[in-house]
Nanobody
Framework: QVELVESGGGLVQPGGSLRLSCAAS????????MYWYRQALGKERELVAR????????NYADSVKGRFTISRDNTKNAVFLQMNNLKPEDTGVYYC?????WGQGTQVTVSS
């Protein structure tokens, strides 16, 4: 059974940092690209970052380039999203996805 479990969200002030984690199980993690999406209240879900199966290729939404870094550890079946210089517009529920499955999401709130 494929399962993705996100953690690491929370409330942070503008300019702060958070590191999201996603623990994967139930599939051969190293064979799949992984993605982070987010959804703000009242808006559509949007792609934030993508990482290739071996971690060698990464892509980012223009809105987060230079501030967010996606990474993965194939020995631990985990993918991460380091978020720096957070802005109020980064607020939303962040989802990990891969192998056609989605996690339950973790809330990120950027507010003073």
């Amino acid at each position: 059974q494929v399962e993705l479990v996100e953690s690491g969200g929370g409330l942070v002030q503008p300019g702060g940092s958070l590191r999201l984690s996603c623990a994967a199980s139930g599939f051969t993690f190293r064979n799949y690209a992984m993605y982070w999406y987010r959804q703000a209240l009242g808006k559509e879900r949007e792609l934030v970052a993508r990482i290739g199966s071996n971690g060698g290729a990464t892509n980012y939404a223009d809105s987060v380039k230079g501030r967010f870094t996606i990474s993965r550890d194939n020995t631990k079946n985990a993918v991460f999203l380091q978020m720096n210089n957070l802005k109020p517009e980064d607020t939303g529920v962040y989802y990990c996805t891969g192998a056609a499955k989605w996690g339950q999401g973790t809330q990120v709130t950027v507010s003073s």
